[in-house]
């Protein structure tokens, strides 16, 4: 939670401004409201769910005559965390079916940190003593096998690839082959992220999923997603949900933005729960996400 806080202390400091605001005035006037509103906007919250978060925060503090600010942080944490859909259930299944390897896909734009996330989950299972093998289907960035590899070997995971400019579904198949041959408990398969149309991207992922369904069904399907890029990232997202089936999300570069309400936008607009999220460029920069914890970092 201090790492979570610690990394999140540019968006801390967006919301944390906004509530200063009001613990400076005595009563809840317009302006203090109009300050809260803003510092979630700004924060990429969204406008809807802003709206919806402070009309509900006026009328609470109104019915409960709330007007201290921890009893007002308490009830925007509250807020927060129920526009986070805390009720999703944000496991990841790692366990495949009939003794197979679990199958997780990894799917979004280039440069959205797939590539990282593969390596950084593979990390994690591994720690936990299960074995992982990591498929480089992502075959038009030239260096993306490449930058697989070198996870593969930092984390001690098998790494299969095809040669530049391969097919992806062949090496997805592969990839899953040699993971079932091998014995592992995963394999984690890095796809690329070409959004030239939705056509090419659903003829693409579409084929890479039908045939490494050949070989079993697909576990999990793990949309990643680049918080920079707020709002209009939303949009390229929904383009993917209308692909392939995803399952969760993974929210990356948090550290890097002062913007962590995109978390509620994403939560809100796709509706797939927010699995976990990427705190920085290192192995060790990937957490589950929590919204309790997650609220109670962003407050500061
Ligand atoms: P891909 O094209 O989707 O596979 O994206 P990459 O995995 O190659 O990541 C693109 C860039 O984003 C790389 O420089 C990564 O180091 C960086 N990156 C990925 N995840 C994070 C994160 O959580 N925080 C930060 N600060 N950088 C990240």
Sequence with gaps: LVRL????S????VFGKGLLGLLSRDHLDEDAWEEIEDSLITADVGVE?????????????????????????????????SALSPELDRSLRTTGATGNPAVILVVGVNGAGKTTTCGKIARVLVADGRSVLLGAADTFRAAAADQLATWGGRVGAEVVRGPEGADPASVAFDAVRRGIDVGVDTVLVDTAGRLQNKIGLMDELGKVKRVVEKHGPVDETLLVLDATTGQNGLEQARVFTEVVDVTGVVLTKLDGTAKGGIVIAVQRKLGIPVKLVGLGEGPDDLAPFDPVQFVDALLG
């Design 5 to 8: 806080r610690a990394r999140l």
């Design 10 to 13: 540019r968006s801390q400091n």
């Design 49 to 81: 769910a802003t709206r919806e978060i402070v009309d509900r925060l006026r009328e609470r503090t109104r019915v409960l005559g709330t007007r201290t600010a921890s009893g007002l942080r308490a009830l925007l944490a509250e807020e927060l965390v």
